[in-house]
């Protein structure tokens, strides 16, 4: 009898514990990847305010992102050479942000080559030992069209990398690639949509673009924190946003649109 009062309590206990939100899940996930932020400081970022509403929106996404991943997340920029490892703290993302001067162009193809060329050279040499690397969530923010040429533009990049990821095959989520676009500049919109919807089709290579548009003037949220830390990583993610962004009839804007100045 005694027993039985105690399996009952034990069992009231586990029902009364509290449970971790939806969002809470999904930034769970987070845990089993690097995470890599690269932030467009090109000239065009000068205008319109754009240096302070990337500011705001990596301080936002870096400091969720940091309580996830347990070595710090790695912050790095287009131009500026500097990399930074293992940031946590909202206090060391702002004084590093604040110690970079926006100039320059808008390599965005050059930069995800050298990086996911690198990545993926790792993983090829310790991809059957203990050191296997984790796999990578690059999330970068940028405000428009990139100024690379070929071979090296985003999309020729995006679609090398992806075959190369499918010669070794490696796992679907070994690298994820998110775009945020900073302002509104419809050509970019158009552009960075462009490398998330048409690439898998157009070339037959697995999905790893995801981007991120938003109704106009919507709050960063915590569905919208989830869609950029883990739509380039988690289909199922990437998915259901797309499934709603094709039965909505008002006009999309980048998720950041909140931050700029009115």
Request: proline residues 6%; aromatic residues 6%; glycine residues 8%.
């Amino acid at each position: 009898m005694g027993n039985s009062s105690s399996n009952r309590k034990s069992r009231e206990t586990l029902c009364e514990a509290p449970r971790p939100s939806p969002e809470e899940n999904e930034y769970l996930y987070l845990a089993r990847f690097d995470t890599v932020l690269i932030v467009d400081d090109s000239g065009s970022m000068k205008g319109e305010g754009r240096w302070r509403i990337a500011g705001e929106a990596l301080a936002e996404l870096a400091y969720v992102a940091a309580q996830y991943d347990g070595d710090g997340i790695e912050i790095q920029f287009l131009n500026n050479p500097i990399v930074k490892h293992g940031l946590k703290t909202k206090e060391e993302i702002k004084q590093l942000f604040e110690s970079i001067t926006p100039e320059g162009l808008t390599p965005i193809g050059s930069k995800l080559d050298g990086l996911i060329t690198a990545y993926i050279a790792e993983y090829k040499k310790l991809r059957h030992t203990d050191q296997q690397p984790k796999p990578v969530n690059y999330i970068l923010l940028t405000d428009g069209v990139p100024t690379d040429s070929k071979p090296l533009t985003p999309e020729e990049v995006i679609v090398e990398a992806a075959k190369a990821l499918d010669e070794i095959y490696a796992p679907q989520i070994q690298v994820g690639i998110q775009f945020v676009q900073v302002g509104a500049d419809a050509n970019a919109t158009r552009y960075l949509q462009g490398l998330d919807d048409t690439l898998k089709h157009k070339y037959d290579i697995r999905d790893i673009v995801d981007t991120t548009p938003a109704r106009a003037g919507h709050d960063l949220d915590g569905q919208d924190m989830i869609k950029i830390l883990t739509g380039g990583i988690n289909r199922r993610v990437d998915n259901e946003e797309r499934a709603k962004k094709n039965t909505r009839s008002e006009i999309c804007q980048p998720v950041v649109e909140r931050f700029t100045p009115s």
